[in-house]
């Protein structure tokens, strides 16, 4: 009896960790029809993110108080990957055919975990992708302080120009300053600031005088002044602490498995409980999933919103003419599926003391499993699918007997699962909801 409720423990383990995976697909498949196979990335990432964060500042410590440090890390770097991903590659194919964005998530799949397995150790590309954050961020902040209306239907881009132009400039000075001199130095500091306000200015100027005319250019001039100035300071800032921070790590190699943190509370000696033994891991991986599905519950059902992503899920085109935000929803339940993920990502690595760049791909294909067991579409037949699935890997392993049993069998019966239940029943054990639409 023992040995049965050992197993029991490790499946609702292993399910928890599908469960929370697999509610990312359900929430982005409900609102937008679309099976998102890089989602077991966004996953990956989350881990990494988490690892990243503690390398970054507590390595060596193993207090329980890092670990929400490391869980807000792991959901920046999932969250952020998510949403990019959405934006950049799937928003331009919403209406194109269904196969279009089915093979591009494959593909997104494949390059997040070449990137990850080339560039992890060689953290130089953060260069470029903090001057990218830099650049979209004096944007933005010289697109609030303009008064000339940048959202014009046949004048925007001539407007946003001048801004865009001094961005770009003031990047470029900091830039050639930067392959001079790349050690910190006050001189070369106040060079780059002053320069690329300089620059920056002229440019902006002269491209809201070119293309605006005199009176637009002169109301362009003192958003083109701070745009440049603000990307000279923030580019330094950028600098500082890559040198400071990210370039005086060590960086692991993820081209093999890399050692997970162990953090006081959540990992070390298991729980022992009549004849039964409970991994402090398991704990937090049952925890995280009952609070993550209370928290999303709430979300959908009580928050304005929630109901909007309720209201789309039904049916977007209504929900777009009753003045709800599509798109806005939609990256909300891309983020959403991804701060699940990341959690996820967490718990895989205190449960397995590793991770890998490949760890989201088996995962993802499992999650996806019990999505489709549950009912791909709600998530609480997601939640339910992966615990089942889950439970019957961990019970497939002890029972079976014979060739067709161990650990090595199950990957082989949790994908009989999905293959009967897409036979036998296609809409799950609790069925996705179904709406007629006029």
């Avoid at 109301?219 to 000279?232: I, K």
């Avoid at 085109?317 to 709800?324: P, S």
Wanted: aromatic fraction near 10%; glycine fraction near 10%; include cysteine.
């Amino acid at each position: 009896m023992d040995q049965f409720f050992q197993q029991l423990v490790n499946g609702l383990t292993l399910g928890s960790l599908y469960a929370l995976i697999a509610v990312g697909y359900t929430v982005v498949y409900g609102i937008v029809q679309l099976i998102n196979f890089a989602h077991g990335e966004v996953f990956m990432i989350g881990a990494f993110g988490a690892l990243t964060t503690y390398l970054l500042f507590f390595n060596g410590h193993t207090s329980v108080w890092i670990l929400p440090f490391m869980i807000v890390g792991a959901m920046c770097a999932s969250v952020g990957t998510a949403v990019l991903m959405e934006r950049v590659a799937y928003r331009p194919l919403r209406h194109a055919p269904r196969l279009a964005p089915l093979i591009t998530a494959i593909g997104i799949s494949v390059f997040l975990q070449e990137f990850i397995r080339l560039f992890y150790e060689r953290p130089g590309w953060t260069v470029a992708a903090m001057a990218g954050i830099v650049l979209l961020v004096a944007y933005l902040i010289g697109a609030r302080i303009t008064k000339v209306p940048l959202d014009h239907p046949i004048t925007k881009w001539r407007d946003r120009a001048p801004l865009l132009a001094a961005t770009v400039f003031a990047l470029a000075v900091w830039a050639v300053l930067r392959l001079l001199e790349r050690d910190l130095s006050i001189v070369i500091t106040l060079a780059a600031i002053v320069g690329g306000l300089v620059v920056g200015t002229a440019a902006g100027w002269l491209f809201a005088r070119g293309l605006t005319g005199r009176e637009r250019a002169q109301a362009q001039l003192q958003p083109v002044v701070v745009v440049a100035a603000a990307t000279g300071v923030l580019l330094e800032i950028a600098w500082l602490i890559f040198k400071e921070i990210i370039g005086k790590v060590e960086w692991p190699t993820a081209k093999q498995r890399i050692p997970f943190p162990q953090i006081d509370v959540v990992t070390g000696s298991a729980l022992q409980v009549g004849g039964v033994t409970i991994q402090r891991s398991a704990i937090f991986t049952l925890v995280a999933l009952a609070i993550c599905t209370l928290v999303l519950w709430y979300f959908i059902n009580r928050t304005r919103l929630g109901r909007g992503m309720l209201a789309v899920s039904q049916d977007p085109d209504t929900a777009r003419l009753m003045g709800i935000n599509v798109d806005r929803i939609i990256v909300v339940a891309f983020a959403l599926g991804a701060v699940l993920a990341a959690v996820a990502g967490i718990s895989q690595g205190f449960q397995n003391n590793n991770i890998e760049f490949r760890m989201g791909f088996l995962a993802g294909l499992k999650a996806f499993t019990a999505a489709v067991l549950g009912g791909i579409g709600n998530i609480q037949g997601a939640v339910v699918g992966g615990l089942v699935l889950g439970v019957v890997e961990s019970m497939a392993t002890q029972y079976i007997p014979g060739q067709f049993g161990g650990g090595s069998w199950k990957d082989v019966w949790a994908f009989v699962i999905l293959i009967l239940v897409l036979v036998f029943r296609p809409q799950g054990l609790l069925g996705a909801r179904v709406v007629d639409r006029a």
